[in-house]
């Protein structure tokens, strides 16, 4: 919303430092376009992520279960999270290729 409304935004700082994309560039443009229903636009500002989004958020709902019931998280869960975190640091180094 800060980017919405001020149309102020922060560059990437290892984008800055190493002129490089990081995993998540593109993150602050992919959610101004879902703002405006613009799926075109979100994936092509980061694809990985925007077809993870539903998985992410699956993990963080269930994080927050894990937490509240304070139990520990499933094998399932920890397969999941891992594989993404795995798939996110791959992509973060082919999309510079």
Known sequence: MWVKITGISIECPIRAITGYYCPGCGVTT?????SVFDFCGAFHANP????????IFWLIVQDEIYRTNNRQHNKTYNKIAITTIIILVAYGIIRNI
Do not use: A, S
């Open 30 to 34: 992919l959610f101004l376009c879902l």
């Open 48 to 55: 990985f992520l925007f077809v993870l989004l539903p998985v």
